[in-house]
């Protein structure tokens, strides 16, 4: 854990330049607009450590997988979200001596990142080999007025020597990725072209041939006069730069200002790509730096206008939550119904831009509520999309007859993990794709996403988990073997409750489902009927296995089991493991996290979570005080599940704690791997440990539900959610719920179980002495 980032209620703010914090700051003041981003790393050349990364969304190279085993059924490749060509390049030479904080003794450094404005900015003065000093102030942005526009302002002081300053402004897409398989290069370059209008590298994807036009505009000023760049002639590949060299005086300013494009042939024809990126480009210009900078902080105005959540009396869990939204934001804007979610968004390689369960487990909540509509729905379209591929990807492992399993990590609806005990065994993936479904109609009451998409689904998924289960002779019942539950520090185990669970809710979902389709539009349903061949037959089989699956459970504990034989294990708790030995991740041997009762993230706690009104809250809490001293939350996708657990059993100490872990878990590099990238899915988390968990927000029969509870640490939050065409203003006080709304209908909202109307405008709840 770190504690360096200083708290501001809108900013993210780092003083003072460590070497050694470089790449986790990287992560942390990343930017993006949802079409492209990139980690923070300088403008200017540094020779110390670094995790170079600019990214394009949608844009991967399958890698060849590299195992040392090869079993059968394993996926070809590994989709990498590709480190693409780096716009923002800036040598300094001043009498020949390079500008590189490597090499520099550097002081006053400050990055801020302001998340009101959406922009990044850094602040140093730094002492070269020879003496000379100078002080810079770099700003730059990603737009998501424009998301084809990025730039940057560099100005640059000599502070106590005049001399000659040569300067280069380089484009650069000779990059690699830092997890290639084969040390391979992802990119061959297609043009490079200098003129008038700016520089411009294409280059094209190996394999996938995805092609990418990266324009940049440099300009220069000297005391506000214009100076000239010429273009270098290289002889590199993927390579341009533009030079000039004057004398600079002690003092003398310079700015520099790079604009930027980015397009690709997602978006575009190929060969229109370098007139767009000359239009895209131009218009820019055109418009200059500092109105894409205001036109970026109206646009950031609105997003907060529409998702920022206010807390009052804590700046650390002001600053925290701000930061989680701004950085969703930044990843995903809901506006193309083939980009997803990723992990990492733009922040990093590792888990890169791929979609996983995360999307539907943890996004769409956030989504769903600050959102319109219509981007959760694509985030479900984008799965329906896949069903053929999920299909042939269960053909590929031997299911036959329509089974769906959808991919584990995926760019294109194929599989590309490649670790088997997750690949072929961490199924339950399949069950949160179903959830999200039901999680969707459940908030939104859009029933007609069914018979458009949904059932034909639930029908692949249902058939998947029918032939996944076996009869045992032994148990008589029906169970499941072989499988690796959310918490991946077990492997290859049997009966995994959650999955076990999750696959009898499935089915019993799939025929609900198409009892709806059936009843509301018979036409509908008789097209799916016979593009799926669906049989009646089947949803006896289905309602048969749901109603016989086993579900280990422990007398004794009164609490679910994980798996069968979970209580073989030593039963240690995590309060007892010495803080030197965690993250168990980094300091144990894999061979002894599997054989011991440690848990990675939620497991039965997230069945529980999903299934909430199946269990009594003594129930919830038994597993709770059980399996929460277990857990290690080497996932980030687990603090915010028990945060929301707790608040519901009433532990605000605990709710708290977790809500605090979950949303600073990268600015404090809880689990020492900011460095890789942030956890942008789990941020998705943070927002529900507020919305679900504080303000104890559900949809029940159509109609919204709060139990609002005030961590002791606050005096108040207020957060807004779209709720059926209405908005409401939710703000949370220690007596007090306020409610506003623009709902033209009287609002039924159940507030501690009592119903209460609300009408337009703002109405006060007193719920004094109604707290338990
Ligand atoms: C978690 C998975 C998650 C993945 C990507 C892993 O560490 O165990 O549940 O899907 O990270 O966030």
């Not at 100078?134 to 002081?157: G, M, P, Q, T, W």
């Not at 605000?652 to 020492?672: C, I, M, P, V």
Request: hydrophobic content about 35%; some cysteine.
């Amino acid at each position: 854990m770190k504690n360096y980032i200083q708290a501001e209620e809108w900013n993210i703010i780092e003083n003072g330049f460590d070497a050694h914090l470089n790449k986790i700051s990287e992560s942390l003041f990343s930017l993006g607009n949802g079409r492209m981003g990139q980690r923070a790393n300088f403008e200017e050349t540094y020779t110390g450590d670094t995790l170079q990364g600019n990214y394009v969304a949608g844009v991967y190279y399958p890698d060849k997988t590299r195992v040392g085993w090869w079993k059968n059924g394993y996926p070809e490749y590994f989709a990498k979200v590709l480190n693409a060509t780096n716009w923002m390049g800036l040598e300094f030479r001043f009498d020949g001596e390079l500008l590189d904080l490597n090499l520099c003794k550097v002081t006053a450094f400050k990055r801020v990142l302001n998340m009101q404005e959406g922009y990044l900015e850094r602040t140093f003065t730094a002492e070269l080999a020879s003496g000379k000093q100078v002080k810079v102030n770099a700003k730059r942005f990603f737009s998501i007025a424009n998301d084809e526009i990025a730039a940057l302002h560099y100005h640059l002081i000599p502070l106590n020597f005049s001399g000659k300053l040569e300067l280069k402004a380089v484009i650069d897409g000779d990059v690699k990725n830092q997890d290639s398989n084969y040390e391979e290069k992802f990119w061959d370059e297609v043009s490079r072209a200098q003129d008038g209008s700016g520089s411009y590298l294409t280059l094209r994807t190996k394999k996938t041939a995805f092609d990418v036009i990266t324009g940049v505009k440099t300009l220069v000023y000297k005391n506000e006069q214009a100076v000239q760049l010429g273009a270098d002639s290289v002889s590199r590949e993927k390579y341009l730069s533009e030079s000039t060299s004057f004398t600079l005086n002690q003092n003398e300013g310079i700015d520099i200002y790079k604009i930027a494009t980015n397009l690709s042939s997602q978006n575009y024809a190929s060969a229109e790509l370098p007139e767009k990126a000359r239009a895209v480009l131009g218009a820019a210009v055109a418009r200059g730096f500092q109105a894409l900078l205001e036109d970026q902080a109206a646009a950031w105005a609105t997003k907060w206008e529409e998702g920022d959540i206010i807390i009052e009396g804590d700046v650390a869990a002001q600053q925290a939550i701000r930061f989680n939204i701004f950085q969703l934001n930044q990843t995903y804007t809901g506006k193309d119904a083939r980009l997803n979610i990723g992990p990492k968004g733009f922040t990093g390689e590792k888990y890169g831009g791929s979609t996983y369960w995360d999307t539907e487990a943890y996004c769409i909540p956030f989504y769903l509520s600050t959102a319109p509509q219509e981007v959760s729905r694509n985030l479900l379209i984008y799965r329906y999309k896949h069903l053929e591929k999920a299909i042939e990807n269960a053909q590929k492992l031997g299911f036959d007859k329509g089974a769906a399993l959808y991919p584990m990590v995926t760019m294109n609806g194929e599989e590309c993990h490649n670790e088997w005990e997750i690949t072929f065994e961490e199924i339950h993936r399949n069950g949160a794709i179903a959830f999200a479904i039901f999680n969707y109609i459940r908030y939104t009451g859009d029933t007609s996403y069914l018979k458009e998409y949904g059932l034909e689904v639930l029908i692949g998924i249902a058939r998947f988990w029918k032939q996944r289960v076996n009869w045992s002779v032994d148990k008589k019942q029906y169970v499941m073997l072989g499988v690796t539950g959310p918490n991946e520090y077990e492997n290859n185990i049997n009966n995994n409750w959650y999955t076990n669970t999750l696959a009898a809710w499935c089915l019993k979902y799939a025929t609900e489902a198409a009892d709806i389709v059936k009843e509301n539009d018979p036409e509908q349903y008789q097209r799916i009927v016979a593009k799926t061949t669906l049989i009646d037959q089947e949803f006896s089989d289905w309602k048969n296995i749901a109603e016989n699956i086993y579900l280990p459970y422990d007398q004794e504990l009164g609490v679910f089991l994980q798996q069968d034989g979970y209580l073989d294990k030593e039963q240690i708790l995590v309060s007892n493991l010495p803080a030197s030995e965690r993250p168990l991740n980094q300091k144990w041997s894999w061979d002894r996290i599997l054989r011991s009762c440690f848990i990675k993230q939620a497991d039965v706690l997230q069945g529980m979570y999903f299934f909430e009104d199946d269990y009594d809250l003594e129930s919830l809490r038994r597993n709770f005080d059980f399996y929460e001293s277990r857990t290690v939350h080497e996932s980030s996708l687990s603090p915010c599940v028990h945060s929301i657990l707790a608040a519901k059993l009433n532990d605000g100490d605990k709710a708290y704690e977790f809500y605090l872990r979950t949303s600073r878990l990268d600015l404090d590099d809880y689990n020492n791997d900011t460095e890789d990238g942030l956890h942008i899915t789990s941020m998705a988390g943070t927002w529900m440990s507020i919305v679900e968990g504080f303000a104890g927000m559900r949809v029940r029969a159509d109609k919204l539900s709060f139990n609002p509870f005030l961590p002791e640490q606050w005096t108040s939050f207020a957060f807004k959610v779209g709720f059926r065409g209405i908005q409401l203003k939710i703000q949370i006080k220690r007596d007090e719920m306020i409610i506003h709304t623009d709902s033209k209908e009287p609002l039924d909202i159940t507030i501690f179980n009592k119903l209460h109307t609300v009408l337009a405008g703002e109405t006060v709840i007193s719920y004094k002495g109604l707290l338990v």
